[in-house]
């Protein structure tokens, strides 16, 4: 059995790690945490504040703190961070912007940030663009949260045609989020709750099939085990 803690970007990413990446990779004698990664802390409250990521240096002391509580060496971190509105004063943030290929940019980005973090025990992961891109695998699937939307689901499933949902882009009116929000207004509100459970309808296999990227990173996390032997 090996540990893994995965920072995650906030509560969307969080509770899918718990629901459905934390049961997979038990099959593979990995146990899975997960925590969003710290913001800020008022230390008159003693009260820490969880979820988004305005500036990195927030993220890396966050991830670095978790490095240092968990010294076994045969531990690993990774990462779900959005690539959609990832701060630029993110490593490598500058040179991955000027990338035309997404999945170019978002190599550029990991590499940046293992070489930051500098531990052999931490697998950075950014999902292309965002949480969204995963429903947008099998959009059909969000009539298991939202009845009596056919039309709107109807147009989402027809602008995904034939389309890999990791290549939807990350502008601030056509990000994965927002193209289903215009759609389904009620979205907004229970992303959490209603993103989680449309992706676990869809299932990992056709997640894995559709979104190559997060497919690398799913077929990383269970070769641990096998790797720390």
């Known amino acids: 059995m090996i540990r893994l803690h995965i920072i995650a970007e906030g509560q969307t990413e969080q509770s899918f790690v718990n629901k459905m990446l934390r049961s997979h990779l038990g099959n593979y004698q990995i146990f899975t945490d997960v925590r969003c990664v710290l913001t800020s802390k008022d230390k008159r409250a003693a009260k820490e504040y969880r979820g988004g990521i305005t500036k990195y240096v927030r993220a890396k002391n966050d991830i670095q703190a978790w490095l240092k509580e968990d010294k076994d060496p045969k531990c690993r971190f990774t990462t779900m961070f959005d690539l959609y509105r990832l701060p630029d004063d993110f490593p490598g943030y500058s040179e ?134």
């Open 96 to 229: 991955a912007k000027r990338a035309s290929d997404p999945y170019e940019r978002v190599r550029i980005l990991e590499d940046a940030l293992r070489e930051d973090i500098n531990s052999h025990r931490f697998l950075p992961y950014i999902q292309l663009h965002e949480f969204e891109a995963l429903i947008l695998a099998e959009p059909q699937k969000l009539s298991l949260e939202y009845l009596e939307h056919d039309k709107p689901i109807s147009r989402l499933i027809s602008m995904m045609k034939n389309k890999n949902p990791e290549l939807i882009n990350d502008g601030p009116q056509t990000a994965p989020s927002k193209r289903i929000e215009k759609e389904i207004p009620e979205y907004k509100k229970n992303k959490v709750n209603a993103g989680v459970a449309v992706v676990e309808g869809i299932g990992l296999p056709i997640l894995r099939g559709k979104c190559t990227h997060f497919n690398s990173w799913l077929t990383r996390l269970e070769e641990l085990a096998e790797n720390a032997r």
